[in-house]
């Protein structure tokens, strides 16, 4: 069942201010890969290294055409952004109480912002005032339901349809009804002409992380609640098929490497071959690791949202597709 959707158009303020200097100064830490150097995805000498600290809980990294990456720090309210040169700015607060992020191709910022059960879709201009952004307000028709809450997406690269996970986690900000309103928890699908979106994936305990292949094919959707991570053959119209058990782990976000390996996260950042077998667990000095982007110039720069901080470490990869 299709359900259609209602577009509205807001105005903010885009705030250029950069974070105070010892937040934004970095910090070098001797934590590296767990495994032997012939198996690992880290560039020869690399280490993991702090960027940044002091936030509340950090969430939904993504990185735009020049390897900028955005990230949420959702108790806070706000989007941040970390250049390519290496400083750390505010983008965007408030925010909507934003989660997961994508960049579309062009350009635009996608986030989820559950504070209102929306999508929002946020223009960058290259100088002057942002541009207002697009609030894509998500129910669950025919009943008018909202949903739980958007928490992760990814935008196909081939015809740009929009996948995002949809579970409930109660939050302490939400002014509406906390139970869960639609059926279950589920996967959706929104038109690349962002008018209707649909199920498309409705027996999972608890869908969160998702990323899919830079050639559009396959879609990888990790079930948190259930502790498994599953692939997805992807159809022209965008349906799913073929599910199969890629990985015994669930994760809360998600990326992928130009050799096809698939990152998960949680306890550090746990890296999955294309055939669903272990290359190895990058260990983060955190009690959670949230999410994870490729990004810098380059793309060889695996940025990690974990807890509080800001991480990032050189691979010997690269990020591909929608990050």
């Known amino acids: 069942m299709e359900s259609k959707i209602r577009i509205a158009a807001f105005s903010f303020f885009c705030l250029a201010s950069v974070v105070p200097a010892a937040m934004a100064q970095g910090q070098t830490t001797t934590v590296s890969s767990s495994t032997a150097p012939t198996a690992t995805v880290i560039a020869p000498g690399a280490k ?14 993504a990185s ?21 040169d290496g400083k750390l700015s505010t983008f965007l607060q408030p925010a909507g109480r934003s989660n997961g ?4 191709r062009d350009g635009s910022l996608w986030a989820c912002a559950d504070e209102q059960n929306e999508l929002w879709s946020i223009a960058r201009p290259k100088k002057g005032k942002a541009k207002p952004a697009v609030r894509v307000v998500l129910k669950a028709d025919p009943d008018n339901k909202l949903l739980n809450g958007p ?3 990814w935008i196909r690269p081939t015809g740009g349809g929009m996948y995002f996970t949809d579970p409930l986690y109660k939050r302490p900000y939400w002014k509406r009804d906390p139970a869960m309103q639609p059926k279950g928890q589920y996967v959706y699908y929104l038109t690349p002409d962002r008018k209707t979106f649909r199920a498309v994936v409705t027996d999972l305990k608890q869908p969160n992380g998702i990323i899919g292949t830079p050639d559009g094919k396959m879609l990888y959707v990790a079930d ?6 599953y692939s997805y053959r992807i159809g022209a119209d965008g349906t799913l098929t073929d599910k199969t058990l890629f990985y015994p782990l669930g994760s809360d ?5 130009d050799a096809g390996n698939v990152y998960l996260t949680g306890k550090g950042v746990t890296v999955v071959d294309k055939t669903g077998k272990l290359v190895e667990n990058i260990p983060v000095p955190e009690a959670w690791t949230a999410n994870v982007c490729f990004g810098g110039k380059d793309r060889k720069t695996l940025f990690i949202t974990a807890s509080t901080g800001l991480y990032g470490v050189r691979t010997r990869t690269k990020g591909v597709g929608s990050q």
């Open 48 to 61: 993991l290294e702090k960027l940044a600290g002091g936030f509340a809980f950090t969430e939904g990294p």
């Open 64 to 84: 735009d055409a020049k390897g900028n990456v955005l990230f949420t720090d959702q108790p806070n309210d706000r989007i941040l952004e970390w250049s390519i």
């Open 101 to 104: 992020l994508c960049v579309d």
């Open 151 to 153: 928490n992760d997406l």
């Open 224 to 229: 948190i609640g259930d502790s498994k991570t």
């Open 253 to 257: 976000g998600m990326t992928i490497d």
